[in-house]
């Protein structure tokens, strides 16, 4: 495994789709945890947005 992330690491510029996907996780990654922490705040529209997604899942 750690071969290979040092193999990535050195051509990640031949795997576009796979670095995006990385980034984005990471990026998605790092917003939930500061807000987990209290540092960052969302707006209430955006949780109430979630929050809702997530009873509807639950209903089914």
Not at 11 to 27: G, N, Q
Not at 28 to 44: A, M, Q, Y
Request: with cysteine; aromatic share 14%.
């Amino acid at each position: 495994m750690n071969a290979w992330i040092k193999s990535y690491a050195r051509e990640w510029r031949k795997h576009p789709l796979l670095t995006a996907f990385v980034c984005s996780c990471l990026i998605h990654l790092l917003i939930f945890g500061l807000w987990r922490l209290g540092v960052l705040e969302l707006p209430d529209r955006f949780l109430q947005l979630f929050i809702r997604r997530r009873a509807v899942v639950a209903e089914r």
